[in-house]
């Protein structure tokens, strides 16, 4: 077995599967893609706040919304309310990373296109295109890290539907008759959960299994008996997202509105944390969506990771998937990302508003039946 070396007529997987070699397809994250495309995370004022805040947790401060009780109809100089904030704070980011080792040895044994050099990251740093390729799927597996840990912290964090009074998801039955305008249902009542939770501009979905089905089918939808056509439906920015059905529950969808959640990131090899120091170089790169083949997701470009690059100079011991490996000379690379996720706090509203425990942030559960099996009948 050649192990990648460079036999005669050795070629690589990438060269002959294309965008279905397994290196080339890049992980959905839908959860995550939405965070930067529909919520617009890498240019927030939270975002720029946290870069700069390299310590210290960020506070976001905000003020609930009068309401009726604070309305008085007499004529009197008495003071209703006495406005107030309330806070949010941001505490420290989450962790991902994953790292690798090459030794010179075996790189010598790659051909020549794979000890070829080329640039990455800012500042940028020359590296061998073997260790490119191998930066790059690290990147991929902790983008799909990211998104898996987004998605665990989202779970606990929906907020109450005012038509139900409750966040742990509404029953949604996409089609049930085809026959009929069906106006207490389907797509329909989603839509008017839109206005009856004040939600402004287009809010964003996420989600998978029937969800995604329902997205297949509308591009096919046409001349309904009952004279609506869904592939008009407006505002249905949607996003897929396979690992929804796991961490939210079987046929689960979010519905966001813009501004109510938002990815934050945070780099620590920039500026004075940048460059050669010791023995390691510290730079960071986006995530190089167009080096993929497949799922690409134009949406993660701006996602941004730290990379340092450590070259063993002598033979030595390091850990390796937790054993003590004696190593010659090479290179260590490791990818890392700090990030963390804010949600609209549940209390933005008092306890007198009707949007009380709202947050711009509605979870669902499609279905095609009745909806009086497991796990729907849990959520009436």
Same mark, same amino acid.
């Given at each position: 077995?050649?192990?990648?070396?460079?036999?005669?007529?050795?070629?690589?997987?990438?060269?002959?599967?294309?965008?279905?070699?397994?290196?080339?397809?890049?992980?959905?994250?839908?959860?995550?893609?939405?965070?930067?495309?529909?919520?617009?995370?890498?240019?927030?004022?939270?975002?720029?706040?946290?870069?700069?805040?390299?310590?210290?947790?960020?506070?976001?401060?905000?003020?609930?919304?009068?309401?009726?009780?604070?309305?008085?109809?007499?004529?009197?100089?008495?003071?209703?309310?006495?406005?107030?904030?309330?806070?949010?704070?941001?505490?420290?980011?989450?962790?991902?990373?994953?790292?690798?080792?090459?030794?010179?040895?075996?790189?010598?044994?790659?051909?020549?296109?794979?000890?070829?050099?080329?640039?990455?990251?800012?500042?940028?740093?020359?590296?061998?295109?073997?260790?490119?390729?191998?930066?790059?799927?690290?990147?991929?597996?902790?983008?799909?890290?990211?998104?898996?840990?987004?998605?665990?912290?989202?779970?606990?964090?929906?907020?109450?539907?005012?038509?139900?009074?409750?966040?742990?998801?509404?029953? !949604?039955? /996409? *089609?049930?008759?085809? %026959?009929? =305008?069906?106006?207490?249902?389907?797509?329909?009542?989603?839509? #008017?959960?839109?206005?009856?939770?004040?939600?402004?501009?287009?809010?964003?979905?996420?989600?998978?299994?029937?969800?995604?089905?329902?997205?297949?089918?509308?591009?096919?939808?046409?001349?309904?008996?009952?004279?609506?056509?869904?592939?008009?439906?407006?505002?249905?920015?949607?996003?897929?997202?396979?690992?929804?059905?796991?961490?939210?529950?079987?046929?689960?969808?979010?519905?966001?509105?813009?501004?109510?959640?938002?990815?934050?990131?945070?780099?620590?090899?920039?500026?004075?944390?940048?460059?050669?120091?010791?023995?390691?170089?510290?730079?960071?790169?986006?995530?190089?969506?167009?080096?993929?083949?497949?799922?690409?997701?134009?949406?993660?470009?701006?996602?941004?990771?730290?990379?340092?690059?450590?070259?063993?100079?002598?033979?030595?011991? !390091?850990? /390796? *998937?937790?054993?003590? %490996?004696? =190593?010659?000379?090479?290179?260590?690379?490791?990818?890392?990302? #700090?990030?963390?996720?804010?949600?609209?706090?549940?209390?933005?509203?008092?306890?007198?508003?009707?949007?009380?425990?709202?947050?711009?942030?509605?979870?669902?559960?499609?279905?095609?039946?009745?909806?009086?099996?497991?796990?729907?009948?849990?959520?009436?």
């Amino acid at each position: 077995m050649s192990n990648g070396f460079c036999p005669a007529l050795l070629v690589n997987i990438n060269d002959v599967a294309q965008g279905n070699a397994p290196g080339k397809k890049m992980q959905i994250a839908g959860f995550l893609a939405a965070l930067f495309c529909c919520e617009n995370s890498s240019v927030s004022i939270l975002q720029g706040q946290f870069d700069r805040n390299t310590i210290r947790p960020m506070t976001v401060k905000y003020s609930p919304r009068p309401t009726l009780n604070d309305v008085s109809y007499t004529d009197t100089c008495d003071v209703d309310r006495q406005p107030g904030y309330n806070e949010w704070t941001i505490n420290a980011p989450g962790f991902v990373s994953s790292s690798f080792y090459i030794s010179d040895e075996t790189m010598n044994q790659y051909c020549i296109d794979a000890q070829a050099t080329q640039s990455i990251g800012q500042p940028p740093t020359q590296v061998m295109k073997e260790i490119y390729d191998r930066i790059v799927e690290t990147a991929n597996i902790l983008l799909k890290a990211i998104n898996v840990d987004l998605l665990t912290q989202m779970s606990t964090h929906f907020g109450k539907n005012v038509t139900t009074g409750h966040s742990t998801g509404k029953i !949604i039955n /996409i *089609n049930t008759d085809g %026959t009929k =305008v069906i106006l207490d249902n389907g797509i329909v009542e989603m839509m #008017r959960d839109v206005q009856e939770n004040e939600i402004c501009e287009d809010p964003c979905f996420v989600g998978g299994g029937l969800w995604e089905s329902w997205n297949q089918a509308k591009i096919l939808s046409c001349c309904a008996s009952n004279g609506l056509d869904m592939s008009k439906t407006p505002g249905v920015n949607s996003f897929f997202d396979k690992d929804t059905n796991s961490i939210w529950g079987t046929n689960s969808v979010g519905m966001f509105a813009p501004g109510s959640v938002k990815f934050l990131g945070r780099n620590i090899y920039t500026g004075a944390g940048a460059g050669e120091k010791g023995g390691s170089i510290f730079t960071t790169f986006l995530l190089p969506v167009n080096e993929f083949g497949c799922n690409l997701d134009s949406c993660l470009q701006d996602l941004k990771f730290d990379l340092q690059l450590k070259y063993i100079d002598c033979p030595t011991e !390091i850990l /390796i *998937n937790g054993q003590e %490996t004696t =190593v010659d000379r090479g290179w260590v690379a490791i990818v890392s990302k #700090r990030y963390a996720l804010w949600v609209q706090p549940t209390n933005a509203y008092s306890s007198a508003d009707e949007l009380y425990g709202t947050n711009g942030t509605l979870k669902y559960f499609i279905t095609n039946d009745a909806a009086t099996t497991a796990p729907y009948d849990l959520y009436y």
